[in-house]
């Protein structure tokens, strides 16, 4: 029989093109990821029973929500190989590498970077579904955390409000005014100064 001629793609961490079969990493974690697959789908008459070569499949595909990292790129740190025993993928396929994977933050409209360790902590530490990505930059995803705190102590404060207390109108004026409203601001500012008075 002769032997299958190699299959090659594109890296999509360093865009070279690979000869996809000879790569270890691929087929290290295509083999946890087949074994693990054939233990829960056992029927080969399955849908979900794996192929021997399901990466490297989906990999020639070039599928753009599938990713795999090149030995070299896995070697320099520049991707990160996956441990697909931690993830969390529902009726999907693991990744096989984590791979910077550029976006534009819906909030500030600046392009960003989802990084591979960022991605290793998400989909590994967090278990968040394998098919999550973020929609903010970090610094806005920070913003909104601040945002949401601040919100919450604005409530908590409206909610046990004496509106008698002129210190407790200045705390909520100064939380207005963190949040950015100034027209609520001023409002309990004036209020807390005419309860001084
Ligand atoms: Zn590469
Ligand atoms: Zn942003």
């Given at each position: 029989m002769p032997k299958r001629k190699h299959r090659q793609a594109k890296c999509p961490s360093c865009h070279q093109t690979k000869d996809l079969d000879n790569q270890k990493g691929l087929r290290r974690v295509e083999k946890m990821w087949v074994d693990s697959q054939r233990m829960r789908h056992p029927n080969p008459n399955s849908s979900f029973h794996p192929l021997e070569d399901g990466m490297r499949l989906l990999a020639a595909r070039g599928h753009n929500h599938w990713f795999w990292a090149c030995d070299s790129c896995l070697a320099s740190g520049k991707a990160i190989e996956a441990d697909i025993r931690k993830h969390n993928i529902g009726l999907g396929t693991s990744f096989a590498a984590y791979v910077e994977r550029p976006f534009i933050c819906e909030d500030c409209q600046k392009p960003s970077m989802f990084s591979p360790s960022e991605q290793q902590y998400w989909f590994e530490t967090l278990q968040f579904l394998i098919w999550v990505y973020p929609k903010q930059c970090a610094a806005c995803?920070?913003?909104?955390?601040?945002?949401?705190?601040?919100?919450?102590?604005?409530?908590?404060?409206?909610?046990?409000?004496?509106?008698?207390?002129a210190n407790q109108l200045f705390k909520i004026s100064e939380l207005y005014e963190q949040m950015g409203i100034e027209s609520k601001a001023t409002i309990f500012h004036n209020r807390g100064t005419n309860q001084q008075r």
């Open positions: 995803r920070k913003k909104r955390r601040h945002q949401k705190a601040l919100q919450k102590q604005l409530q908590q404060e409206l909610a046990t409000l004496d509106p008698n207390d």
